[in-house]
T-cell receptor, first 113, second 111 residues
Framework: ETGVTQTPRHLVMGMTNKKSLKCEQH?????MYWYKQSAKKPLELMFV???????ENNSVPSRFSPECPNSSHLFLHLHTLQPEDSALYLC????????????FGEGSRLTVL | GQNIDQPTEMTATEGAIVQINCTYQ??????LFWYQQHAGEAPTFLSY????GLEEKGRFSSFLSRSKGYSYLLLKELQMKDSASYLC????????????FGSGTRLQVQP
């Protein structure tokens, strides 16, 4: 148990569906992140939020829409995805101060048909 | 820009010692992280080095040479449960909080 909870753990969706991934952290951190992990590729940063404000959008297509209503919750809204978007989506959190260590959730395994 | 290189796969025997290397290029150094990730699970923090030298933590040690842009993770007395991917990471450009990760080294421990 890392203190970062992601739901759902597995998601299968068609290209015309709309779905959302949810992340909740119980660590009192004030920065939250979305990373994408595809097979045989490094973890790719997607979005960063600091104190609910988006501070990083790593050239992510608009079919991925993040939302951060407060410092403990982070969502990734998905619509009209492509099969190549199938991947493991990892949420992480960190403290604003300190080493910058990231605490990861278990991930949401997304399959786009 | 930033670049991190690690071997893709390694195999070692239970009870042995294995060294996983990582070379990196970054414009402003602010520490280096090692994470462990078992298949289907979250990456978990192993170590953080910001100064040159060896940091020991039980069976795991991590070494850093900033002048060479080089780090390694040393795993001693290997156990079957050490079979996992090991990810090397550095903070993104100075002032940014996120980490840039290498592709990871998948370690297979054999009996």
């Amino acid at each position: 148990e890392t203190g970062v909870t992601q739901t759902p753990r597995h998601l299968v969706m068609g290209m015309t569906n709309k779905k959302s991934l949810k992340c909740e952290q119980h660590l009192g951190h004030n920065a939250m992140y979305w990373y994408k992990q595809s097979a045989k590729k490094p973890l790719e940063l997607m979005f960063v939020y600091n104190f609910k404000e988006q501070t990083e959008n790593n050239s992510v297509p608009s079919r991925f829409s993040p939302e951060c209503p407060n410092s403990s919750h982070l969502f990734l809204h998905l619509h009209t995805l492509q099969p190549e978007d199938s991947a493991l989506y990892l949420c992480a959190s960190s403290q604003e101060t300190g080493t910058g260590e990231l605490f990861f959730g278990e991930g949401s395994r997304l399959t786009v048909l | 820009g930033q670049n991190i290189d690690q071997p893709t796969e390694m195999t070692a025997t239970e009870g042995a010692i294995v060294q996983i290397n990582c070379t990196y290029q970054t414009s402003g150094f602010n520490g280096l992280f090692w994470y462990q990730q078992h298949a289907g699970e979250a990456p978990t923090f192993l170590s953080y080095n910001v100064l040159d030298g060896l940091e020991e933590k039980g069976r795991f040690s991590s070494f850093l040479s900033r002048s060479k842009g080089y780090s390694y993770l040393l795993l001693k007395e290997l156990q079957m449960k050490d079979s996992a991917s090991y990810l090397c990471a550095v903070p993104m450009d100075t002032g940014r909080r996120a980490l840039t990760f290498g592709s990871g080294t998948r370690l297979q421990v054999q009996p």
